[in-house]
């Protein structure tokens, strides 16, 4: 059966091949196995259906047969089939689909499909077709929608091809080679309905009766070299929907009647030579959504009754010569997503009623002459992407509520009088790619939470008045001192002005030229809240002397944006001392631990400090924030820590720097190796010691001179920094005893990162220091002073005579408040029953004093209390006239 089969098809093809006349009776199978025979390449195997014993019209993928069996459509789209087109489809008699899309044909479509007389489609788009368009098309006579697009035809557009068109519809040429004009014989073709000659190199005029053709809806003639005066001819189609005559060389008046039509929904003048004023419309077609005139030489004002065209998508006037002012209504416009009025005369003001447009997705009018204020409206147009007011005369500040377009990605402000200072808040918008704020009067400083902006690609705030360091944020810097330059007071890198002229209030003493000397990138990734905190050294700099110090400061480098993306928190790290490892390699061996429970070394009232080891035996206390209090930002933080970096003596733990990214800040300190002075006191089992209450090496000698070191500590404080530093939260967890035990007082200066003080007066953190506080502190009229320091160090010398903790509960229902105690003590004589049992040699008469210099300092009247310079030398002269041992 099968053999008899195939020698059928065997005689078949040596009949046919010795004489082809009769080619019209072999088979429709037959032809098409032809045509597969052409192809060259199919690399989705779209033919692999297309066998000698397979069903045409049931199994040949993209085959389709009319009832009677025979071929009635073709479609093989998007096949990526190669090859060029078999010349023996032309026998298939009732062929009326040809739908060749989206391959890689070649050469041209062979003369014998002037056979094919049934096609109703050839659709061969986006091929590769070259040669001059061929003339037989146009003698098909049923032909009804022609799609030659995109491919290499070239030459001219043949006037035969419209010669039988009366039954096309639609017929595209765009984006070919052609040249030459579009025939007058088009308008042979009564029931077309479109066309589309797009992006060729068509030259001359439109045909001149081209609107004879009652039907026209669609033209579109983009992109090509087309001229001459097209107003007379376009408003007499009046059924059309689609008009695109952009980048052409049209001039003359823009057919703006078409807006008035009823099915108009895209008009695209775009780029031509079109002058003389925008007629008004009265009526504006219902469906207009699409009016581009840009790029024109249009004059004269916005006329009012385009406010009428209410289904408006799309309104752009860009690059004209039109004036006047703003017509009133644009808010009504309620669809509106594109205003492009840009490059101008346009005087006025910014309508406040585009507020009310709550899909506009971009605003552009640039290079206008509009005066006034940006309208806080503005911010109701949730959807933003674009705002770009830049060249204009507006002045006053940048409205706050722009805060609220979080979509924004282009905000152009630049070449404004605009003034006030930069919000902050504007780093909240992180989809922002383009930022200028140039040329303006702006003042004040660069936020440094602009660092947050992530998408940045141009960045620009030169020409203004703005004034400060420029916030060592890489991302920000990276733009080059172009974008921050002509702002007289503003310094720092990547201008050349150095900062450390004007810097002085940052610190206090030392106040010398804050040298950059390595720089490094720490790249905390999230995974450091569980122990990896990764530090990159990039590059290492000159350095530079400061006394016997010198500051180190590291910085961050904007990395590959795709780790940043990936969850990867970048942030700065500033090193104070030249004693710490400025290498990669030793930062990531220490801070490997960091921040590891396990290096736990206490609980402050602002966050958790670790201790830190790098390879050589330095170690480091860090500090982990868990509140910035009143720090509103990166450069407070900086501003304060800097300046308490500059604080120098012998017992305080100095500060050797800190780290700071957006969601973890550190600050490093050094580390004192035996503990606190409550842990101490106090701790049930102190590590290197014996004992199992408190660490008894503590001998009143010992107590004495911490008691010594504090006070001086604070005293230096208060008395010798300008302005006076409060310390606040003066306590026993907070004096830190070195291996001599010799006091060194931590924690200082962190005032303004506190918690702010709830309603009560105190948060529950700071609850943490009960019995240390001083009771005006505890009041409602919070009025920190040096004596509330004073207070607390009452405590400690209290603390430190009775090894006792500030307030205690012996047994459930009893609260013993130290200074309570220890007066009542006092006053009825018993002094002696509430010294530290664990004291041994020591003068009575010594302990008394201070327990008395203690009272003395934690009297209720801060009045009452002394100065921390008088309690220095109370002590000193409790030590000369007793002497100690
Ligand atoms: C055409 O093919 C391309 C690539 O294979 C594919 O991305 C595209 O979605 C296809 N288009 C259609 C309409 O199938
Ligand atoms: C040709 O086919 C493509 C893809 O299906 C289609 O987008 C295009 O509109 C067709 N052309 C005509 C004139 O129908
Ligand atoms: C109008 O045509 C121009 C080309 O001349 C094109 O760039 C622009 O996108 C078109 N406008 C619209 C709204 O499609
Ligand atoms: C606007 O321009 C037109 C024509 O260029 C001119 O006649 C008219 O005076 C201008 N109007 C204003 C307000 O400048
Ligand atoms: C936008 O700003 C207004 C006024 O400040 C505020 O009421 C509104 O909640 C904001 N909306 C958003 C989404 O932030
Ligand atoms: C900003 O300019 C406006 C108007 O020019 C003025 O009223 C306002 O006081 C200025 N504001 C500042 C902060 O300079
Ligand atoms: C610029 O800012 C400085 C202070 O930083 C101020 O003294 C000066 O008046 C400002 N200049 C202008 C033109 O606003
Ligand atoms: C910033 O703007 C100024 C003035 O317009 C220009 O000279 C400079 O090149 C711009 N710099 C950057 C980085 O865009």
Redesign the pocket.
């Known amino acids: 059966m099968k053999r008899a089969h195939l020698l059928l098809v065997l005689v078949n093809f040596v009949y046919i091949s010795v004489s082809p006349s009769y080619s019209a009776t072999i088979s429709e199978r037959e032809i098409l196995l032809r045509f597969k025979d052409s192809i060259s390449d199919d690399p989705y195997n779209s033919l692999a259906s297309w066998v000698s014993d397979g069903d045409l019209c049931n199994s040949f993928n993209g085959v389709a047969c009319n009832p009677q069996g025979f071929v009635d459509k073709i479609v093989l789209w998007n096949t990526s089939l190669a090859g060029t087109l078999s010349p023996r489809l032309s026998g298939l008699r009732f062929i009326r689909v040809l739908t060749l899309f989206g391959n890689r044909f070649t050469g041209n479509l062979p003369v014998d499909y002037s056979k094919l007389q049934t096609l109703w489609t050839i659709n061969v788009s986006s091929n590769a077709f070259s040669g001059p368009i061929p003339e037989f098309i146009g003698e098909l006579s049923s032909l009804r929608f022609l799609d030659l697009s995109k491919n290499g035809f070239a030459g001219e557009i043949p006037a035969s091809l419209f010669k039988f068109c009366y039954k096309a519809k639609f017929v595209s040429l765009s984006h070919n080679y052609l040249s030459g004009s579009i025939p007058d014989s088009i308008v042979n073709c009564n029931n077309l309905q479109g066309f589309d000659f797009s992006y060729n190199s068509l030259n001359g005029v439109l045909p001149s009766r081209i609107c004879d053709i009652p039907v026209l809806e669609y033209i579109s003639v983009r992109n090509n070299l087309l001229s001459g005066d097209v107003s007379g001819e376009i408003p007499k189609c009046q059924r059309l929907s689609h008009v695109d005559l952009g980048s052409n060389s049209f001039r003359g008046f823009a057919p703006f009647e078409v807006i008035r039509f009823e099915n108009i929904a895209y008009v695209n003048v775009s780029w031509n030579r079109f002058g003389g004023e925008i007629e008004d419309v009265v009526d504006c077609g219902e469906s207009l959504e699409f009016l581009d005139a840009s790029s024109n030489e249009l004059t004269g004002k916005i006329p009012a009754g385009l406010m009428g065209c209410k289904s408006l998508k799309l309104l752009d006037l860009e690059s004209n010569k039109l004036n006047g002012s703003f017509p009133g209504g644009i808010g009504k416009m309620e669809r509106l997503s594109v205003i492009r009025l840009g490059d101008n005369s346009i005087d006025g003001e910014v309508p406040r009623e585009i507020g009310s447009l709550e899909f506009l997705q971009v605003l552009n009018l640039r290079n206008l002459n509009l005066i006034g204020e940006v309208p806080e409206d503005i911010s109701n147009c949730r959807v933003l992407l674009e705002l770009d007011v830049s060249g204009n005369d507006l002045e006053g500040e940048i409205p706050k509520k722009l805060l609220n377009l979080t979509n924004l990605e282009i905000l152009d402000l630049h070449g404004n009088r605009l003034n006030g200072s930069i919000p902050p808040e504007l780093g909240s918008l992180s989809r922002i790619q383009f930022l200028d704020l140039s040329q303006n ?1 702006l ?1 004040g400083p660069v936020p440094s939470s602009l660092g947050n902006l992530n998408s940045l690609t141009h960045f620009n705030l030169s020409y203004n ?1 703005l ?1 400060g360091v420029i916030p060592l944020v890489p991302k920000m810097q990276a733009f080059g001192s172009s974008a921050f330059s002509n702002n007289p ?1 503003l310094c720092g890198v990547p201008l050349a002005t150095p900062c450390s002229s004007r810097g002085a209030t940052a610190k206090p003493r030392n106040s010398k030229a804050l040298s950059i000397s390595v720089i490094i990138v720490i790249i905390a990734a999230a995974v450091i809240l569980f122990g990896v905190c990764l530090v990159l050294a990039l590059n290492l700099r000159a350095r530079k002397r400061r006394k016997d110090e010198e500051i180190v400061t590291v910085e961050t480098t904007p990395l590959a944006s795709s780790i940043n993306s990936s969850g990867v928190i970048i942030g700065k790290l500033v090193l104070f001392s030249k004693n710490l490892p400025s290498k990669y390699e030793d930062w990531e061996a220490g801070t490997k631990a960091l921040l590891d429970k396990e290096n736990i070394i206490g609980m402050g009232s602002i966050g958790s400090v670790y201790r830190a080891s790098f390879e050589g035996g330095v170690s480091i206390a860090v500090k982990k924030l868990e509140t910035l209090g009143r720090i509103r930002n990166q450069e407070e933080f900086e501003q304060e820590i800097g300046r308490l970096g500059g604080l120098q003596h012998p017992n305080l733990s100095t500060f050797q720097g800190y780290y700071f990214s957006s969601t973890m800040q550190l600050i490093l300190s050094e580390f004192v190796p035996n503990g606190s002075l409550y842990d101490n006191l106090h701790l049930r089992i102190y590590p290197g010691t014996s004992s199992s209450h408190g660490n008894t090496d503590l001998n009143w000698h010992r107590r004495f001179q911490i008691a010594l070191g504090t006070a001086k500590a604070i005293s230096f404080l208060h008395d010798d920094c300008k302005p006076a530093v409060l310390h606040l939260n003066v306590k026993s967890s907070n004096i830190l005893l070195d291996e001599k035990y010799e006091a060194k007082l931590s924690d200082y200066g962190l005032e303004k990162f506190l918690p702010v003080l709830d309603s009560f007066g105190l948060t529950k953190k700071f609850h943490n220091a009960v019995g240390y506080i001083a009771p005006e502190l505890a009041q409602q009229s919070l009025r920190a002073s040096e004596k509330c320091d004073v207070y607390s160090y009452g405590v400690v010398l209290l603390e430190l005579v009775t090894g006792r903790k500030p307030v205690e509960s012996p047994s459930e229902n009893q609260v013993l408040i130290l200074r309570d105690y220890v007066r009542d003590s006092l006053e009825s004589g018993s002094a002696s029953d509430c010294f530290d049992r664990r004291l041994r040699e020591f003068e009575e008469n010594e302990l008394i004093q201070v327990m008395k210099l203690g009272l003395l300092c934690t009297s209720e009247n801060p009045l009452k209390r002394p100065s921390m310079t008088e309690v220095v030398q109370v002590l000193e002269s409790i030590r000369n006239g007793f002497g100690s041992s």
């Open positions: 009067l003042s008045n004034s007071f």
